[in-house]
């Protein structure tokens, strides 16, 4: 049996106006419904295939003014989430912020294939954290310290070499010992 990997996430832009509705309903809809909008050009831009927009799942609510959440339960990308964020904010919301974490799992326990990150999305960045990305360089950066500490230290000293009298007492008195 295959193993079977797993990103699941949720997060949520709440307070929506009418009109940001109107705004992800479109962004959010059939790319073939919509060829000239501009967001296929933005989607490319920024690396998300179109033909497989949206890649997650979403839904809208009529709660607290309304909202929009996006979510997988299996496979999702939290990269394009992150642009439909930056989009939006860009568009409506320039002096805000959205997050989304992520858990990354499989099905059968794998040391190493399980963990997770975050997005954090103005209208002018995405940043991304990933827990194996950052184990890793947390690792380099170990190993980094204690290479250069190793190299640091002084090498230990070659033992001293007894001159010839010295060797010649040393062997008087053990002599005189047995």
């Known amino acids: 049996m295959s193993n079977q990997y797993y990103v699941q996430f949720c997060a949520v ?52 003014g309304g ?38 799992h499989c099905y059968q326990l794998e040391a190493g294939q399980d963990g997770g990150g975050a997005v954090f999305v103005t209208a002018h960045s995405i940043k991304n954290i990933n827990t194996g990305v950052w184990l890793d360089e947390q690792a380099r950066r170990w190993r980094k310290k204690h290479e250069d500490h190793d190299a640091q230290q002084p090498r230990p000293r070659r033992p001293h070499r007894r001159s010839a009298k010295e060797r010649q007492r ?9």
């Open 13 to 64: 832009i709440s307070k929506l106006t009418k009109k940001e509705k109107r705004w992800l309903e479109e962004a959010l809809g059939p790319i073939d419904q919509a060829p000239s909008w501009p967001i296929i050009a933005k989607l490319k831009a920024q690396g998300v295939d179109p033909s497989e927009w949206p890649n997650f799942e979403y839904r809208f609510y009529h709660d607290q």
């Open 67 to 104: 909202c929009l959440e996006v979510f997988s339960e299996e496979y999702g990308d939290t990269h394009g989430v992150g642009v439909l964020f930056q989009m939006f904010l860009k568009t409506f919301r320039p002096h805000h912020y959205l997050t989304l974490n992520w858990s990354c």
């Open 170 to 178: 040393h062997r008087q008195t053990r002599q005189r010992k047995t």
